[in-house]
């Protein structure tokens, strides 16, 4: 008689959570070395100390603001759930197809844009930095780096289809890590760099060089997970005439924030220095919205995807009220932060070399209302899966339009009157606005409404905030006292104020979850089951693991 060997059981896919947190411990890695190449750019380049620093970050801005529209946003809401959806009722043939398609219309589109911008670039910085125009130099010198920087987009698309592909196969490690490889590549491209001109340039061809690389190390990834997609034609098929239909509106829908601070973007060239305050601002809350908000919306969108194909309405209550509160037990004590020493953090970190003191406070008082904005920049990534996993991008995207009509009216008025805090204002109000919005609907139609548990849980998270971001504004205030026992020591390139800094950052990291068991917004049995395999998760085979 034969002996038969019982197949060994397929391999399962990641809970939500534990999901989430490979992501979130690898974009972690990825934002230190964010923060690090800023540190390193910033002191380079400077602030309104001279041109270079504008420049680049102008150059930057441009083909971000597409990158995470297209990627980010409105591509990876309608390819990720299609792709999911093929794989698991056509199996990995018809999906691989369908994501060959997709690859070849996005490339040709997004190439076409970034060359149309390459040739038009001189007319669309006069609308984008009307500012520079009073300085020709700067002008100049803004619209050459942008033409460099342009191609990093194609890259970018191509980097983010092979990595969605990762994401419905359950495949997080990659996706977590790319971008990596541009912290790494525009620090090698820096350092050597002495003359702030030249060291704007190095930096915007290291953002090319890093594009190429991350699109060729997700296709790996792709390929090792098993996905065999190819380049093709270009093919419009029905397939991607919906893709394409569901895209447009998500384009916005995705991107209110990102549209939010491009027009801020607008306003701030005609402060010198503005566009490197601004983007310090931003590295700061990016850092607890990539770990957070975007980590979690990457998991929650294909699990909802798949609980609304199986008719699991209880999943997918359980989804939506698990990635709420963790959501907010993640941000909100990072905008307590960020609200109750915003100076401290700013000035202790950045404000060496051609970085000043003055630009420091500058850029602070963009990042205290940034800081109450945190929350709603988390939730709408959390919230939108909600309605895109239904196929619903029209809704949110009449949402992100009201909010960015009231952010330009709102920006354009305090600037005016207040300053130019006053942009950073109108961004965080406008994207409250599209949060509430969201869970407005959510509520009446009763598609989604937080259980009295998950309520309960929400407000002990706000109450150890709270108490999180009192102690570091008392800390904050007490600087000297906590400065001087580091007086003359010399770490490396860390002196007291940085030192100070990152301990008082670290103590405040060691305080929260104390905080937080002792009011009960999280349990210690619950932040471990949150890491653990969630059962009845879909089994994903996968021939050779990344």
């Known amino acids: 008689m034969t002996k038969v060997t019982p197949a060994a059981p397929a391999k399962k896919a990641p809970g939500m959570l534990r999901s989430s947190a490979i992501y979130a411990a690898l974009t972690l890695v990825s934002r230190v070395m964010g923060l690090a190449r800023d540190l390193v750019i ?18 930057l801005a441009f083909p971000n603001l597409f990158r995470r529209m297209f990627v980010e946003g409105a591509f990876a809401a309608a390819f990720v759930p299609d792709y999911a959806k093929r794989l ?19 490339a040709a589109a997004t190439v076409a844009i970034t060359v149309a911008c390459q040739l038009t670039m001189p007319w669309l910085m006069r609308v984008y930095s009307y500012g520079f125009l009073a300085d020709p130099a700067k002008f100049k010198l803004a619209v050459i780096l942008t033409q460099i920087t342009m ?34 590549v525009m620090l090698a491209a820096v350092l050597p760099q002495h003359d702030p001109i030249r060291a704007a340039y190095a930096a915007s061809g290291g953002v090319i060089v890093a594009g190429i690389s991350q699109g060729a ?15 093709r034609h270009l093919k419009l098929t029905p397939e991607i005439h919906g893709l394409l239909r569901r895209m447009v509106p998500g384009v916005l829908a995705s991107s209110a924030t990102q549209i939010n601070l491009f027009i801020s973007a607008m306003l701030a060239s005609s402060v010198p220095g503005m566009r490197v305050w601004l983007n310090i601002a931003e590295r700061f809350y990016q850092l607890p919205l990539s770990l957070v908000g975007v980590a979690i919306g990457v998991a929650l969108l294909p699990r909802l995807s798949t609980a609304l194909h199986k008719h699991d309405g209880a999943d997918a209550q359980g989804a939506m009220d698990q990635a709420i509160v963790f959501a907010l037990a993640l941000s909100l004590p990072a905008a307590a932060a960020l609200m109750a020493m915003p100076g401290y953090l700013v000035e202790g970190l950045f404000a060496q070399g051609a970085f000043t003191v003055s ?65 950073a ?14 869970v407005l609907w959510l509520w009446r139609t009763k598609t989604w409404r937080p259980s009295a548990r998950a309520r309960g849980k929400m407000v002990r998270v706000g109450l150890s905030s709270a108490a999180l971001g009192g102690a570091l504004a008392l800390a904050a205030q007490a600087r000297p006292i906590l400065e001087s026992p580091f007086a003359g020591v010399h770490l490396g390139p860390l002196h007291a104020k940085e030192i100070t800094v990152l301990l008082l950052s670290l103590a405040g990291a060691a305080l929260y979850p104390v905080l937080l ?17 969630r059962r009845g998760d879909v089994s994903v085979e996968t021939p050779d693991q990344p």
């Open 359 to 423: 630009d420091a406070r500058a850029s602070a008082a963009l990042l205290f209302h940034y800081g109450w904005g945190l929350p709603a920049f988390v939730l709408i990534k959390i919230l939108q899966p909600a309605f895109f996993a239904r196929g619903d991008t029209r809704r949110p995207m009449n949402y992100s339009l009201l909010s960015v009509a009231v952010n330009v009216a709102l920006g354009i008025t305090l600037f005016k009157t207040i300053g130019f805090q006053g942009i």
């Open 151 to 184: 191609p990093y987009l194609p890259c970018m698309v191509i980097a983010g289809l092979f990595s969605g592909v990762l994401t419905a196969r359950g495949r997080f490690i990659i996706y977590g890590f790319y971008p990596t490889i541009l912290n790494v």
């Open 517 to 533: 068991f002792a009011f009960g917004g999280v349990t210690p049995a619950e932040a471990r089951a949150a890491l653990l395999r």
């Open 425 to 438: 204002l109108a961004t965080a109000a406008a994207s409250w606005l599209t949060v509430a919005q969201m």
């Open 88 to 106: 698991a009722a056509e199996g990995p043939e018809a999906a691989d197809r369908f994501a060959a398609d997709a690859l070849a219309t996005m």
């Open 217 to 231: 190390l997700c296709w790996w990834g792709a390929h090792r997970s098993g996905a065999r997609i190819h380049p």
């Open 42 to 59: 910033t002191a380079k380049l400077g602030g309104s100390g001279n041109i270079a620093g504008d420049a680049y970050y102008t150059a």
